[in-house]
């Protein structure tokens, strides 16, 4: 009886595995042919686009990065990038591998370009150490729309994007277009701080601004909505001329998808998804109130240098001279007041730098706030820890005005040094000061 069983379900095992492996078959092909099929197809991809590939990355690290690539047949790549001017005009050679890891997968098997976002030495690009920029050199192939192969990345889901060029484009990589627009767009966006686009009904104005720094490669909405600053951003590569995002920047329903850089023009034009154009305005001032973003990651403080500035009112230069004068008959001389502000805590803290003889001393003295919604400030001082009867005597003027009158905040723009904080009292339409934002 026993043996009877036994071969029922030997026979019952044998049945059920000839039935799962003619159920893998597609086609007449088991998954490994189709597999290695898949591979000599994205192989032939690569290596036919006889003007090489615009490839745009974007890390779980958060940043988006512009590549030249160029595989051949022989298993070899050459590869340009955005990170620094020397990788973004010497052609690097090293090499790839298509392999079937739980589906088509392109390998970058030795040390190239790419590799230097995943390495995690943090002195090599100033990456975060052990994990770099937590990129990909390893990827899966996703799939292929039109002239755009998609991948993914094994470890960590990096996307990988590869666009193919025709002669001019690669013509541009290939003479220094990457290093070019770099500089372009770091001066671009350095000299022209207060960019927007034009809103809606409700907001009128969205503050466009980039981060371009290695670890961040970002760019920002920013607007305010029923008093909240509200903030989108997408992650930007370098491309030929342009900008492109893995997902759109969005504010409501405008959704940015790539921009161009017209440097004629000295303009630049947003693609939306829609296929509309919109040219990025550039203003005098931020979009944003100063009131909102002081004390907050934005600017914690107006720095008022030694140095006087032509936005200085006549009120705070003769009470500036007078603190001055004090503590020059006590051998001392007056340096930098810096007003150092906390959004989260309410606190702001006047910090009164001197000097006795080359040595500084800086001086705090701390107020806590309250602010209205339209951004008027009253202080309440709280104590200082300075103990000294000179310093004490010479800043009374500058310490008492802020225990006594309302404030508010505001940008201005200083024939010589641009665009400044400024700080004035609500009691006295003759006591402002402006300085540096930080």
Known sequence: MNTKILTILFLALALTGCKKESDLLVDGQTPEMRSQESLKLYGDQLTAAKNGWEAFLFTEGGGGYGFYMDFNNQDR?????????????????????????????????????????????????????GVGFKSDFEFEFYGVKGDTIQLSGKKRRSDLLLVK??????????????????????????????????????????QFSVNMALNVKKAFFTWVENGVVKT???????????????????????AIQTIEWDKAKNVLIASTTSGS?????????????????????????????SQALQTWSTGFVDMRAAMARSLTLNTRRLGNINFLFNDETKEMKI????????????????????????????????????????????VLPLTKIFADHKFILDYILDP??????????VNDVNFYTTGELK
Not at 416 to 425: A, D, E, Y
């Open 77 to 129: 790549v050459k590869m340009l990038a955005e990170i620094d001017a020397g990788t973004a005009t010497d052609l690097m050679e090293s090499t790839y591998r298509l392999k079937a890891i739980m589906g088509p997968s392109l390998l970058f098997d030795t040390y190239g370009y790419l590799h230097l976002l995943a390495d995690p030495n943090t002195d090599v690009i100033g990456g975060t150490s």
């Open 165 to 206: 060029l025709n002669a001019q484009q690669q013509e541009y990589y290939l003479k220094g277009g990457f290093k070019t627009l770099v500089a372009d767009m770091t001066t671009y966006f350095g000299t022209n701080k207060n960019l927007y686009i034009k809103g809606n009904d409700e907001v009128a104005k969205v």
């Open 232 to 254: 989108a951003e997408a992650p930007f590569a370098f491309k030929m001329n342009g900008m492109v995002f893995n997902k759109p920047l969005t504010f409501k329903n405008i």
């Open 277 to 305: 154009k919109i040219e990025i305005l550039r203003g005098d001032l931020p979009i944003i109130p100063l009131h909102i973003l002081m004390g907050t990651d934005r600017f914690k403080s107006i720095t008022v240098a």
């Open 351 to 394: 910090m009164v730098t001197t000097f006795r003889s080359i040595l500084p001393t800086v001086s705090e003295f701390i107020y806590t706030y309250t602010k209205t919604a339209d951004g008027v400030y009253d202080f309440e001082f709280v104590n200082t820890e300075e103990r000294t009867a000179v310093i004490l005597n010479a």
């Open 416 to 425: 010589v040094q641009g665009q400044v904080g400024r700080i004035s009292s």
